[in-house]
């Protein structure tokens, strides 16, 4: 497992964009946002393999943007375009191996971070 620390969130109004990084204490193929938002399950936003493959959940297609350097074991999220059910903790997430159809789900990640908090108002 590797430690993952986040930063970037924040308060923004509708319409805004943030740029979420994550700073991960090693390597890990596949590497992932999360979000969880009050009284919801933590859902799968955008992963990413080492060699750049990226998914989306369809919520945030268009209007997310996921990236990593592998260099310097960090990884970016670029929210755009946000609205008030984007509100949530947003997770970076980590895993060396990832079983197919997993690539969006909770289970297939074992490292965590502790979140960072992305609020948009109306």
């Known amino acids: ?24 204490s090693g390597y890990s193929y596949w590497m992932g946002w999360f979000r969880q938002a009050p009284e919801k399950d933590r ?39 946000l609205t008030p059910d984007d509100t949530g903790m947003y997770y970076c997430a980590a895993a060396p191996s990832m079983e ?8 297939g990640f074992n490292s965590w971070g502790q979140g960072t908090q992305v609020t948009v108002s109306s």
Do not use: H, P
């Open 100 to 107: 197919l159809g997993y690539r969006l789900r909770v289970e």
């Open 43 to 81: 859902e799968g936003v955008a992963t990413i393999s080492g060699d750049r493959r990226t998914y989306y959940a369809d919520s945030v297609k268009g209007r997310f943007t996921i990236s990593r350097d592998n260099v310097e074991n960090t990884m970016f999220l670029q929210v755009s375009s």
């Open 1 to 24: 497992q590797v430690q993952l620390v986040e930063s970037g969130g924040g308060s923004v109004q509708a319409g805004g964009s943030l740029r979420l990084s994550c700073a991960a």
